[in-house]
């Protein structure tokens, strides 16, 4: 490895269908291969990186410069970079402002992390939404063509894998916070540390748990409330934390967003599948069916929960007179479950798929999507004080 960042090396993305994007590398030398996936946020790549929900996939970020406020150790996600690689059109090492610490290309650098500019970013995002997310090879440096397609070979799709287990904390830990009200436990399956400030915020202690806890586990810590936390990897894959939260609905109020959401409505016996090529970014506009109103969502997953099948041939592609924003019927939204009647409470109007789902005989309730926003609008925090007035009650979402 070089004793400092470089940007002026020959760089290469190749993608599994054999098309080649050309660039020059940055950050550390190496060769990764993985899943390929495009962030459309403007802002907040620190935080993008180091969310463990990318843990096994390389970034495309389609905003065209990146890198120009530098680093701040405040604004990290966890204690690592979880992106194998970045893919930017230009990438900047700038360290002037008043909060960075470091310049980007520096902190990738002594990240480990392989990076490539230079890289015509629109049109590599144009391939990945026309053929679908997919494996790929981002390297620079001193590699042979034919290792590195045969790394590209070797690497599993990420169907299929449980990607969690790689990124939970290895033990409990608990955090106080001032004028807490209610003792929460958090299950990480990826957690981001602006997830635990905001339950914090809304008046929680939390005590934190790693993926594998089993249901009685967690019960025996009395605790008042249950937060399914974001996180890498196929949902479907998780069957250990599927039986967890099966243990736990009805015992007491529980709350998912992400990868947490899909957990909860795979144990509630609903249905996930992967996306295309997933929704990533800080702007995707999603309907409160039970307010009406629209929230500007922080997005980041590439599986959903599948619709019911009264909704599924009008919303899930678009299709049929109705659009988005029209508030489908109720009987439409209407799930049943193994824990009795759900309601599908929020729906993304990009391209109709399942934004959340509200429980009716139990409390519990999930979004798909990232209410701490971090980076992102602030529109959907309040969902953290709701979760909290749903411990008050002790009753159905």
Not at 10 to 27: K, T
Not at 98 to 110: D, I, M, N, R, V
Not at 304 to 330: I, N, Q
Not at 357 to 380: K, M
Request: include cysteine; hydrophobic fraction near 40%.
């Amino acid at each position: 490895m070089p004793d400092k960042p470089v940007n002026n090396m020959p760089a290469v993305v190749v993608l599994e269908d054999g098309m080649v994007y050309r660039g020059h590398g940055f950050g550390a030398p190496g060769a990764v291969c993985g899943e390929i996936v495009f962030n459309t946020a403007m802002t907040g790549y620190q935080e993008v990186l180091t969310d463990p929900s990318y843990h096994g996939q390389m970034v495309v970020f389609t905003y065209p410069l990146i890198g120009n406020y530098g680093i701040s150790d405040t604004a990290s996600e966890s204690d690592q970079v979880h992106s194998r690689a970045v893919i930017v059109r230009e990438g900047h090492n700038f360290d002037g402002n008043s909060a960075a610490e470091k310049g980007f290309a520096q902190w990738l650098w002594e990240q480990g992390v392989t990076a490539v500019s230079g890289v015509d970013t629109r049109a590599l995002t144009r391939r990945i939404r026309s053929r679908g997310a997919m494996r790929a090879c981002v390297y620079w440096g001193d590699f042979a063509e034919d290792e590195i397609a045969r790394r590209l070979r070797e690497t599993p799709s990420i169907s299929g894998l449980d990607l969690a287990g790689a990124v939970t904390c290895g033990s409990r830990y608990d955090l106080e916070f001032l004028n807490a009200g209610c003792k929460v436990v958090a299950v990480d399956y990826g957690i981001k540390r602006s997830i635990i400030k905001r339950l914090g915020a809304a008046g929680c202690d939390v005590t934190v748990v790693p993926a594998g806890a089993a249901a009685a586990e967690i019960l025996a810590l009395n605790p008042q409330g249950v937060f399914l936390s974001n996180g890498p990897g196929d949902p479907a894959a998780l069957g250990y934390a599927i039986e967890t939260v099966r243990g736990l609905l009805g015992k007491v109020p529980i709350f998912g967003i992400c990868l947490g959401h899909q957990i909860l409505s795979l144990a509630l016996g609903l249905e996930t599948y992967k996306l295309k090529f997933g929704h990533r970014g800080a702007n995707h506009p999603v309907k409160n069916l039970d307010t009406g109103r629209v929230e500007i969502t922080s997005q980041n997953h590439g599986f959903a929960v599948r619709l019911p099948a009264a909704a599924r041939g009008r919303l899930e592609h678009g299709s049929g007179s109705g659009t988005f924003f029209e508030a489908p019927a109720r009987e439409e939204m209407l799930l049943k479950t193994g824990a009795g009647s759900a309601l599908v409470s929020h729906l993304n109007l990009y391209d109709g798929t399942v934004e959340g789902i509200r429980c009716l005989d139990v409390p519990a309730f999930s979004v798909q999507y990232h209410p701490e926003a971090s980076p992102g609008p602030h529109d959907s925090r309040y969902l953290f004080a709701q979760f909290v007035r749903l411990i008050g009650a002790g009753a159905p979402a």
